[in-house]
């Protein structure tokens, strides 16, 4: 019989106090799961306090140092022992075990070694109006991912260590392109309903922009396109966002 694979569970959170407790006893009952890790990315509200109370192993960043939602996932991809790491934002209000063990499965299954997670709602505007355009002229093979910036993910721990997490915002759609540059069985599954805050129009303007940026920069490397060729399409966007 293969032998079972056990899971640690990362969130990278900041300022959301209210949701850690739930998410991480939820995540707690999940199959497999051995550990819940909180990264805290510089929290001004009660959040560390909460992720200790919920016994989550608990790593607190220093802001000087270390901004950033992917600096945060990198963080906890090191720290974890488990051979699957699910990643998965810590603010859904229906937050269910099904959520980790929908992700980890398919790697469980030896079906693939990296897991999107998509759900039931429309995909969020930096996807559609940046993400997806530009995975369309640059990855046309990444193109039907439905929600290629979707933070809830899986993967097996050692392949995490192989890619680059850009520090904030790109972190999601880089881990997508790096996977597929290496060859990894990638595939996208549906997890069901997420309930979660909307943000502003006004703070997509630097999602938008760190998101563009790692899809370009890879289009780059891989000789996909000339970086200046590059910067202009960037900037045309960031003007239009
Ligand atoms: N550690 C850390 N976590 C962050 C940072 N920014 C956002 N997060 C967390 O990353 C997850 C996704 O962020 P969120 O603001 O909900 O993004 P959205 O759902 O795409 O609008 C949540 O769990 C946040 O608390 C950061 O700078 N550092
Ligand atoms: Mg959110």
Redesign the pocket.
Known sequence: MPEKMDVSVV????N?ASYVRKAVSVAYKAEGVKEVII???GSTDGTIREALKAKAKTII?SKLVY???GV?MRDGAYYASGDIVVFL???IKNMAPSFVEKLAEPIMRKEAEFVKGCFEREA?RVTELVAKPLLKIFYPELANFRQPLS?EIAGLRKTFYEVEFEEGWGVDVGLLIDMHRLGRPVTEIDIGFKD?EM?PLPHLTDMAHQVADAILKRAVEDGRIDRRAAEARLRAIVERV
Do not use: E, N, T, Y
Request: glycine content about 20%; hydrophobic content about 25%; proline content about 10%.
């Open positions: 969130f990278p959170v900041k959301r990264v805290d990315g960043q901004p950033g939602k945060a934002d810590v603010d969020g933070g979660h943000k």
